[in-house]
């Protein structure tokens, strides 16, 4: 069987920067990720760079930041009052929150300044601008029932593009 519209897929991923340093890794955590093709779960290049691989087939996929991420950009640093924060939190550089946005989804933050009052947050993916390496090993395929064609992607996977991640 090979990956196809309508198929689940289990697969290990390490993932990378360009240089070569690792991100993340499903193996380290010996958790590798199901999700149905075609659903959304996977970046749309990453997703169309498996298609029609079979079990144990191996690829490095090499993404642009227009593939994977988008380009940083400088209009996603925006000053907030520090009161829309939780007030329990203690807001530092380099922490990272998960904020609502208006259509009841969420979008990380990385906070860059504390400034008084007011905090800089970067709206920016944490991998924005980034190029990046998935060294994908596809460990099994199966036919998806129609429960799993009629769900939703459940959750995020390391390359989801929906912004709660």
Not at 60 to 79: Q, R
Not at 112 to 122: L, Q, Y
Request: aromatic residues 6%; charged residues 30%; hydrophobic residues 35%.
């Amino acid at each position: 069987m090979k990956v196809a519209e309508r198929t689940v897929v289990t697969l290990d991923y390490v993932l990378k920067y360009a240089d070569g340093e690792v991100i993340e890794s499903s193996i380290e955590t010996n958790q590798p990720i199901e999700f149905v093709y075609g659903k959304g779960f996977l970046l749309p290049a990453l997703e169309k760079a498996i298609l029609g691989l079979e079990v144990g087939d191996k690829k490095t996929v090499n993404l642009t930041p227009e593939d994977a991420y988008g380009e940083w950009k400088e209009e996603g640093l925006v000053t907030i009052p520090r009161n829309q924060f939780p007030e329990d939190a203690d807001v530092e550089e380099g922490m990272m929150f998960m904020m609502e946005n208006e259509d009841g989804g969420t979008m990380p933050l990385t906070v860059v300044k504390v400034e008084g009052d007011n905090v800089v947050v970067d709206f920016n993916h944490p991998l924005a601008g980034e190029e990046l390496v998935f060294d994908i090993t596809i460990k099994d395929i199966r036919e998806a029932t129609l429960e799993e064609l009629l769900q939703s992607p459940s959750g995020c996977g390391p390359s989801c593009d929906k912004g709660c991640c």
